[in-house]
């Protein structure tokens, strides 16, 4: 009895205690798969490590290195770091195994020009800086205080001449900025403490000799070049140069200039100029994307098209990528191939003779766009004839030798943390910088943006009224509804105010409803303050700014308008998703009501399958103004 | 009806008898069963899961060092209190003139303190799954338990010493004196590498330290030493204070 009693007790403990252990959780198990994207997205930011990684520090190679970074910063850099002890109350520093991977410091464009979404686009590239070569100080302020922070973590840093020094009419007026020029070498003094005042981070001219052959703008002279340079220089500040052609090259560095931007297309170097370059110890940014744009020999539709570049570029980098130069002067195919071939022959022997070259791309001229077109940049200065190591160099380390940007562009003991990882070797092969693993910046690894294909699942929007305008505004049969929109959101001070009002029954009008017939009267005020001013009426069609719809099926927007005499004219302008730069289409009004066909086809270089937005605003004319809407359609 | 003096005497039997008996004595006894059980919980549930440093590992890691604090408690109370009560009573003088083996009152002993260490190790455990999110893999689980069982032995050595030495009225604050002042330097309450490093280092002259570097090695915690070396270490610890106990045995014979 007692010892079967005993064998049950035993036997109901046992049953206990296997059920309690069967209870007890276990972590959650992973299918392989999982494991392996769990391993991409996990995090490493602030504190953690990489080993077995080839590591570029911008100076030198090291070919298996381990790289520990405590709060952002590069910690050590060593052959082998020993295992972790496995400590507690600290946790254990994450580990990235890079066999096989090349970590190199975050690039550095040295020739950019930064507005709109330019840093956020370049660091998508693993561009963490760049160096800006004319923009204005509206932009450039507020980017250049938050470089200062390490939680400037998902855009590039910027550092900026602001805006360039050149002549009445000469380069860089052309872009409807309206900027202080240069008519006397008096003026200089205040000039460069203008300039620096509203923080030029260096000075940059723009320079064209009276000795050059060709003559295609004004330039500011040797007198006054001469005045900037000593100026810069006793303002402590690099002075660089824009130059298109040996001879200006030549003047501008025997007068002291610290660099020269742009390689030539009109000669090749000649020794004098080398060794010229040599003893002022000057550098050159070649710019060899851009010089292949002008000559219309420009490979960034290639360069778009491999290592999977596409999906990370935005829609208006495309454009950007794929624009290209009017003629330039240089009509002839044989000639524009000579043009080239001298800019790269240049940088051949510049490069070949240890001037420092630093790489710029001078995004977003046409054919080039921030951050991609770095990449295509390194290309080109290895078949110039850059060691992959020396392109690799004027990308990174070589910059902080002639640019005030502290340790950026090198992975030494202390300095932040922005580097990028990219699968295979760079120093075989250039392209490899293409093929990125992940980025960080000041140690926050930054998650790049895809932009993906047009969306395919985009609303189709068919032809059928909009609306009448006797219902609110935000009623509209399809879209979103309509809404103010004015310059303020760009930071201009243009005023609009809207009204839907009566139709007076007169008899030119037809009511179409018994109840209302209303029209929409729109009437404010151009200001200056913003480059473009708009103010007027807006009609969203996606659910969201970022949604846009397809608008393929439909012919012509129609409308009926009319204005007040001083009014005249209206702008379409037609929105692309995710662009700010819009199609814009002039119409002439009158006083009277009158029906008008938009024909959409009529529109260049408009993707219609991705429309967000179609606004009918007042632009260019300053003043008041004052126009009628009724009767919105497609067609 | 049969009875003892019938049967050829049932070691087993006695055994259970012996096993029994000790258990309801214990477990009635609460100034010994409310402490051993409560303290190592308590301390867990404050340290480890409610003002824990470090919300990922800390949980797993003080459920593995408060369960050899759990377990080393009844090994040192029952053997080293126990029995120093036990002899200033006489009680312990009588069991050795019963026919009963002295083999069984270690053994029940021994059942006593796997008794009392299986209960904390499932309190703990239990705790550490549902307040901690403490989650490991079965067949860990199920190594630390053994290893906290087994380990408890060493102790159970060390309790019959001090249980033989000292004196009935002095022996649970001796106990007390040596249980918790140790259980800190081995770094069972918190983790030894908050420790000061002098301190760090005399925690390898300690038997708990190395039994908790043992249980550790399961969830990959440890400092990292061979495992030969916690269980050379952990043996020394038992021969020496079985060969003490044995002497003070006999050395009580003696008297």
């Known amino acids: 009895m007692k010892s079967k009693l005993l064998v049950i007790t035993v036997f109901v403990l046992t049953v206990i205690l296997i059920a309690f252990f069967m209870l007890l959780p276990e972590p959650s198990l992973k299918l392989d798969a999982d494991k392996k994207t769990d391993e991409l997205s996990q995090e490493y930011k602030g504190s953690f490590i990489i080993r077995n990684v080839q590591v570029y520090d911008g100076h030198f190679r090291h070919k298996k290195a381990d790289v520990k970074i405590i709060d952002n910063k590069i910690s050590v850099i060593a052959e082998k770091l020993p295992e972790q002890s496995k400590s507690i109350g600290q946790s254990k520093l994450p580990e990235l195994d890079a066999a096989g991977k090349t970590l190199l410091p975050g690039l550095i464009d040295s020739h950019t020009h930064a507005y709109q979404n330019a840093l956020s686009e370049a660091l998508n590239f693993g561009v963490t800086t760049e160096l800006d070569m004319f923009t204005m100080p509206s932009f450039a302020n507020p980017h250049q205080q938050q470089r200062k922070s390490l939680e400037n973590t998902s855009a590039a840093d910027l550092f900026s001449a602001t805006i360039l020094a050149t002549a009445p009419q000469g380069h860089g007026t052309q872009y409807g900025f309206d900027i202080p020029v240069l008519h006397s070498v008096e003026q200089i003094p205040q000039f460069v403490a203008d300039r620096i005042k509203q923080g030029a981070d260096y000075i940059k001219a723009v320079y064209n000799s009276k000795n050059a052959k060709r003559q295609h703008f004004p330039s500011i002279s040797a007198e006054i070049l001469k005045a900037l340079i000593d100026s810069a220089h006793q303002q ?34 000649d020794k004098e100029f080398v060794e010229l370059m040599l003893s002022r110890k000057s550098f050159i940014i070649p710019t060899l994307s851009v010089k292949a744009s002008m000559t219309q020999q420009s490979e960034s539709e290639q360069l778009l098209k491999s290592n999977s570049n596409e999906p990370y570029l935005s829609k208006q980098q495309h454009q950007q990528l794929t624009a290209r130069f009017p003629g330039f002067g240089i009509s002839s195919k044989t000639l524009q191939t000579e043009a080239l071939q001298n800019a790269f022959r240049s940088v051949e022997l510049l490069s070949g003779a240890k001037v420092p070259v630093l790489s710029g791309s001078d995004a977003p001229n046409p054919g080039t766009t921030h951050g991609l077109s770095l990449h295509g940049e390194l290309e080109l200065l290895v078949r110039a004839g850059l060691t992959n190591e020396q392109a690799l160099h004027s990308a990174t380390g070589a910059v902080g030798h002639h640019f005030p940007i502290g340790s950026r562009g090198t992975l030494s003991v202390g300095s932040s943390a922005s580097m990028i990882l990219v699968d295979g070797n760079p120093f075989e092969s250039i392209s490899s910088t293409q093929k990125i693993v992940r980025i960080w910046k000041n140690g926050v690894q930054f998650e790049r943006t895809q932009f993906g294909a047009p969306d395919m699942h985009a609303q189709k929007f068919k032809p059928g009224l909009i609306t009448d305008f006797n219902r609110h505004l935000n009623q509209t049969n399809m879209g979103k509804g309509l809404g103010e929109t004015t310059d303020k959101l760009a930071g201009g001070k243009s005023t609009v105010k809207i009204a839907l009002v009566e139709h007076e029954h007169t008899a030119n009008v037809k009511a179409r409803n018994e109840d209302t017939n209303q029209y929409l009267k729109v009437r404010g005020e151009l200001k200056p303050g913003f480059m473009f001013p708009w103010s007027g009426i807006a009609y969203l069609l996606g659910e969201t700014q970022q949604n846009g719809v397809n608008l393929s099926a439909v012919n012509s927007i129609v409308f009926k308008a009319k204005a007040s005499a001083q009014t005249k004219q209206l702008s379409v302008l037609l929105f692309q998703t995710g662009s700010f730069r819009p199609i814009q289409k002039d119409v002439e009004l009158s006083e009277q009501w009158q029906t008008y066909h938009l024909k959409l086809s009529e529109l260049k270089d408009v993707d219609l399958t991705d429309i967000s937005n179609i606004s009918f605003v007042k632009t260019r004319t300053i003043g008041e103004f004052e126009f009628m809407l009724d009767d919105l359609y497609f067609e | 009806m049969k009875t003892i003096i019938d049967d050829k005497p049932n070691l087993l039997n006695i055994f259970i008898l012996e096993a029994k008996t000790e258990t309801m004595r214990l477990f009635r006894t609460p100034g010994f069963s409310i402490p051993t059980l409560l303290f190592p919980i308590m301390f867990y549930t404050f340290f480890g899961i409610v003002f824990s440093m470090n919300p990922t590992t800390m949980p797993t890691y003080l459920m593995i060092t408060y369960a050899v604090f759990g377990v080393i408690g009844p090994a040192l109370f029952s053997f080293g209190v126990g029995i120093a009560i036990e002899r200033g009573q006489g009680w312990f003088d009588l069991k050795e003139v019963s026919p009963m083996p002295a083999s069984a009152y270690i053994v029940s002993r021994i059942s006593l303190t796997f008794i009392f260490a299986s209960l904390i190790i499932l309190f703990l455990f239990t705790i550490g799954a549902t307040f901690g999110d403490v989650r490991l893999m079965r067949w860990q689980w199920i190594s630390l338990a053994l290893i906290f069982v087994l380990g408890s032995l060493p102790f159970c050595a060390i309790g019959m010493t001090l249980g033989l030495y000292l004196k009935a009225n002095s022996a649970p604050a001796t106990v007390n004196l040596i249980y918790l002042p140790m259980s800190f330097l081995s770094g069972l309450w918190l983790p030894i590498n908050v420790l000061p ?18 249980a550790l090695k399961i969830t990959n915690m440890d400092l990292g030493f061979p495992i030969a070396l916690h269980l050379s270490v952990l043996a020394a610890y038992s021969l020496l204070f079985i060969f003490l106990a044995v002497k003070a045995y006999h050395k009580k014979d003696k008297q």
Do not use: C, K
């Open chain 2, 197 to 214: 490093e002098v301190m760090q280092q005399f925690a390898n002259l300690l038997p708990p330290y190395h039994l908790a570097q043992l």
């Open chain 1, 236 to 269: 402590d500040r690099v002075l660089v140069v824009h130059v298109d052609n040996l001879v200006s090259a030549r003047e501008a560095i025997t007068l002291g200039a610290n660099g020269i931007i742009h390689s030539f297309v009109d000669q090749v170097v």
